[in-house]
């Protein structure tokens, strides 16, 4: 993965037909998203479960793109192993999910893959402060993690603009995870934000068969975004 800043979009499959994740999954390549976010839940850490390490294993052949895998669980650090063999491009973990979150990225870097750290909404940003040099990413929660189609939290806006001034020159992706719209796009994408990811903002009233509605999703999201870059 070479790192830059153009605009990317990252539908979560947390949104798509489970039954169907393989061709959910090329669907969404063929309709123009950048990467695939995968959004891992323990029900403990939140309040849902989804998925574990095979199905990312299972759906990765499927994936030419960017593999996200985004991990809500608490304990992390034992299962980020199984989550690099399955063939995650970028592993993220919550700085909330454990008490050592150096010893976590430098865990996932040690794999080979790339590492983001994700920040919920009521988490200030000096917690992470410490650990910027390590990371390849950081993924700013947007709504309460655990379910999909949440409002967005427009608190986090300034999160995102102060985080961009801290990152300065380092190659460091600012990912946006929960609520995005074509209404709220600008709005971090301005701040500072180049990765968002979307779930029902791009499946909402798509499927497989009809996978032009993703296109058009994407695409609507993705210009509002740019339009406020110009």
Same mark, same amino acid.
């Given at each position: 993965?070479n $790192? ?10 947390? *949104?798509?037909?489970?039954?169907? $994740? ?27 479960? @989804?998925?574990?390490p095979q @199905? ?7 994936i ?8 809500m ?8 192993e199984?989550?690099?063999? &399955?063939?995650?491009d970028?592993?993220?973990?919550h ?9 976590? =990225? ?5 794999l ?6 994700? =920040?919920n909404?009521?988490?200030?940003? &000096? *917690? =992470? ?6 990371v390849?990413?950081v993924c ?6 655990? $379910?999909?189609g949440q ?17 300065g020159?380092?190659?460091i992706?600012?990912e946006?995870d929960?609520?995005?719209t074509?209404? @709220? ?8 934000a180049?990765?968002?990811v979307?779930?029902?903002?791009? $499946?909402?009233?798509? &499927?497989?068969?009809n996978? &032009? ?13 740019n339009?406020?870059?110009?």
């Amino acid at each position: 993965m070479n $790192f830059d800043r153009s605009l990317k979009i990252a539908p979560s499959i947390l *949104s798509a037909n489970f039954a169907n $994740f393989g061709a959910e999954c090329e669907a969404i390549e063929k309709e123009g998203c950048d990467w695939v976010h995968i959004d891992v839940m323990d029900g403990h850490f939140v309040p849902n479960i @989804t998925f574990g390490p095979q @199905t990312c294993k299972a759906i990765r052949p499927h994936i030419k793109t960017v593999m996200d895998v985004h991990l809500m669980i608490s304990p992390v650090d034992g299962f980020i192993e199984a989550f690099a063999d &399955s063939g995650a491009d970028i592993i993220t973990a919550h700085v909330e999910a454990g008490p050592h979150i150096h010893r976590t =990225i430098q865990k996932i870097k040690s794999l080979g893959v790339k590492a983001g750290v994700a =920040i919920n909404p009521g988490t200030s940003l &000096s *917690s =992470i402060e410490y650990i910027l040099d390590m990371v390849d990413l950081v993924c700013v929660m947007t709504v309460n993690p655990g $379910f999909g189609g949440q409002k967005f939290i427009h608190s986090q806006v300034e999160k995102v603009r102060i985080l961009r001034e801290m990152i300065g020159d380092r190659e460091i992706h600012i990912e946006i995870d929960g609520g995005v719209t074509p209404e @709220t796009a600008p709005l971090v994408s301005k701040a500072g934000a180049d990765v968002l990811v979307a779930g029902s903002g791009v $499946f909402g009233g798509g &499927s497989v068969e009809n996978s &032009s509605v993703y296109g058009k999703n994407i695409k609507e999201i993705r210009d509002s975004a740019n339009r406020v870059l110009k």
